[in-house]
């Protein structure tokens, strides 16, 4: 089938108890291991592209990078997305060049200004029958610490949330309630623990509206053992506890961004082939491995993490 929107896959996510995963794409390799997964669980899947992954292997490469993978997996449902698009001009190209689906983050701006960008780019987009994700709220973060602490005021405020959907027309809302981008998502010593009181707050207020979740790798730790024993240095890399985010997908999330934890797998991987195969200077002997491991990551999270297996 074609590329799809996610107006559908959503929905049953949300009457399912399930999440779509939201993947990160940057080159053939992850764009195959995601995709192979998917279509050996049967999962429907939502590739995403960043504007930095636009700008290391240029927009046309990976449309028809993922339109290949369409190709090869005929029978799941694929959606491609725009992650992060910071400007109306970057949602604008990608919907003119084949996205399905765009997310415009205004989530800095002033909540007026939010409200005003995301909805010139949800009327350009539905005029094109594209979809658009818009965020409420900023992430937390080791950096924020003090932010966090002086009242919450990096959580989405679920008293906006209802006002921001009807005057933009968004067709999801990421929010935050404790994800963070990166590998280094919780203190190390403190116990990871999202604020399911923000999610249920916003879920009570928009019924039946999807809710997306970003920074939400889990950080595994046998990849990051890998890395550190390789000759990495990634000390007190900690993520989202899969448990929480399995409960997040039970409620009203139905989308789950996860892209620090392909790069680890695959860093992990090609760092432990370099060092015991010093010898080897063939990309495709180091890739394969880090593709196969990326793969099998994925294939967890459908299963285990997300639920959608079986639901394409
Ligand atoms: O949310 C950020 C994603 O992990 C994409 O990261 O901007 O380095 O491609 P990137
Ligand atoms: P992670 O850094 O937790 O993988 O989050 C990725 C993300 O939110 C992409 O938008
Ligand atoms: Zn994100």
Redesign the pocket.
């Known amino acids: 089938m074609p590329l799809v929107t996610s107006t559908e896959m959503f929905r049953k996510a949300y009457d399912g108890g399930y999440a779509i995963g ?1 993947f ?1 794409v940057n080159n053939m390799e992850i764009v195959q291991a995601i995709t192979e997964a998917c279509r050996e669980e049967k999962a429907p899947v939502i590739l ?1 592209v ?1 504007k930095g992954a636009r700008a290391y292997a240029n927009h046309t490469y990976l449309v028809k990078l993922v339109e290949a993978a369409v190709l090869e997996c005929p029978e799941i449902p694929v959606v491609l997305h725009l ?2 698009g910071p400007d109306f001009e970057t949602c604008k190209s990608c919907i003119d060049g084949g996205f399905t689906s765009v ?1 415009i983050d205004a989530s800095s701006k002033p909540f007026a200004e939010n409200i005003e960008i995301t909805k010139r780019v949800v009327e350009y987009a539905h005029d094109h029958g594209v979809v658009v994700e818009a965020e409420l709220g900023t ?1 937390a973060g080791i950096e924020d610490e003090v932010v966090v602490a002086e009242g919450h005021a990096s959580y989405t405020r679920p008293e906006e949330v209802e006002e921001f959907v009807a005057k933009t027309g968004c067709d999801s809302l ?1 929010i935050a309630i404790g ?5 280094y ?1 919780f203190k190390p010593g403190t116990k990871p623990q999202l604020r399911f009181d923000v999610l249920e707050e916003v879920s009570r207020r928009l019924p039946g509206f999807p809710i997306v ?7 595994p730790q046998n990849y990051v053992e890998m890395i550190n024993t390789y000759g990495g240095a990634m000390p007190g890399a900690i ?2 506890p899969e448990e929480q985010l399995r409960r997040a997908a039970e409620l009203s999330v139905c989308k789950i ?7 680890l797998a695959m860093t992990g991987t090609i760092r432990e082939f370099m060092a015991t195969h010093p010898d080897k200077f063939d990309p495709r002997e180091y890739l394969k491995p880090a593709r196969a491991n990326i793969k099998e990551m994925v294939r967890h999270k459908l299963i285990h993490v997300l639920g959608c297996a079986g639901k394409a």
């Not at 979740?213 to 950080?219: C, F, K, N």
């Not at 961004?257 to 790069?263: C, F, G, K, M």
């Open positions: 939201a990160n995403q960043s992650d992060h997310m992430l990421a994800t963070s981008h990166g590998a998502k979740l970003h920074g939400s790798s889990s950080v993520g989202v961004n996860i892209d620090s934890d392909l790069r």
